[in-house]
């Protein structure tokens, strides 16, 4: 957002963006872990790519020289122990000031040519996040040979459009801006590669704004390895869409699942009460006992719902209080 007199100045606008384009408050967050043979080149194209903008690399515990080459490049190294992705990104976004803040990859397969247009809604406060959309222009189905990352990234995206109404163009993406108010107000909560899914819907169920960028994708160069592993970290990031849905959303996780149990409970329950009509008496006492502990746990599961949800409410408005603050401290 911006004061009134600045949305109402074009021209300050494009002095803003311009600025941005060149690198001017902007910081290029780079987290890394064993990418020797590709992040001083990352760096180097950053650098150039955005001049005036300072590029951090967060090397997490790498063995082979990362960031010793890094710094080498001219980036500003500092060094998260925790391993993980999610725990990298959430240092970075707590130690990082910045106005706009660019993440990418220290494998070099997004091209520091598109960072422009990345930051550029974000400097023109027309988009809270930016994505590096590799997916529409087709340029990851060529240059990636592993089909199950593809269905990964649509298996994902179908569950945030089915359960959020939000259709993203690639949900799994490195490639992404963010406002200053979107990185100071956003916990971290994820460790792993899943982190990525759960920037996404945050985005989403905080109502964001948010634009996708079509970039070039590349593969990663011969002697680079890909640290994700297909089925541990898709069956993690499956994990956090469950757990981000109960926590987000828990009417409508915890509606769900007691409109299961009830419907279990009856159909258990039926013959039961068929059983009785005719004769009058309970036969099948088991099936009688397990219906009614069915209708039960689906009352208590829509009860917690109605609990979580009122809780949840409260949390959002300490959030957008919040959101509030920092961007008044920001002079927005």
């Known amino acids: 957002m911006t004061d009134i007199a600045t949305a109402s100045n074009p021209a300050a606008t494009e002095a803003r963006v311009a600025a941005a384009r060149r690198g001017a408050g902007v910081a290029v967050l780079v987290p890394c872990y064993n990418e020797a043979v590709t992040i001083a080149k990352v760096v180097r194209d950053f650098r150039e790519a955005l001049p005036e903008a300072t590029v951090y690399v967060y090397d997490n515990n790498s063995t082979d020289g990362t960031a010793?080459?890094?710094a080498a490049a001219g980036a500003v190294v500092r060094r998260e122990s925790r391993q993980g992705k999610g725990n990298v990104v959430r240092s970075m976004f707590r130690d990082v000031d910045a106005e706009v803040y660019l993440m990418v990859d220290g494998d070099d397969t997004y091209p520091a040519s598109a960072a422009g247009e990345l930051v550029a809604p974000i400097a023109a406060d027309e988009a809270d996040m930016t994505v590096g959309d590799r997916l529409s222009n087709g340029s990851y189905?060529?240059?990636n040979d592993r089909p199950f990352h593809g269905f990964g990234n649509d298996l994902v995206r179908w569950?945030?459009?089915l359960i959020y109404g939000y259709s993203f163009d690639d949900v799994m993406t490195?490639?992404?801006a963010f406002s200053r108010a979107f990185v100071k107000t956003m916990p971290v909560m994820s460790a792993g590669f899943q982190v990525e899914t759960e920037i996404s819907i945050w985005a989403v169920d905080r109502r964001w704004r948010v634009a996708d960028v079509p970039v070039d994708y590349r593969d990663r160069p011969e002697g680079s390895v890909s640290k994700l592993s297909t089925v541990g970290d898709g069956m993690l990031v499956l994990a956090a869409i469950a757990s981000l849905f109960r926590d987000y959303r828990p009417m409508a996780f915890f509606g769900w699942l007691s409109l299961v149990l009830v419907a279990l409970g009856l159909?258990?329950?039926?013959?039961v009460v068929g059983d009785w009509l005719e004769t009058g008496l309970v036969p099948r006492l088991p099936s009688a006992v397990l219906a009614i502990a069915l209708v039960l746990c689906g009352?208590?599961?829509?009860?917690?719902?109605l609990i979580l949800d009122t809780v949840a409410k409260s949390h959002r408005r300490q959030w957008e209080l919040s959101v509030y603050q920092v961007m008044e401290d920001n002079g927005r």
């Open 174 to 176: 490195g490639y992404r």
């Open 299 to 305: 009352a208590l599961s829509a009860t917690a719902g």
């Open 68 to 70: 010793e080459l890094a």
């Open 141 to 143: 189905g060529k240059e």
């Open 267 to 271: 159909l258990a329950g039926l013959p």
């Open 159 to 161: 569950l945030i459009r």
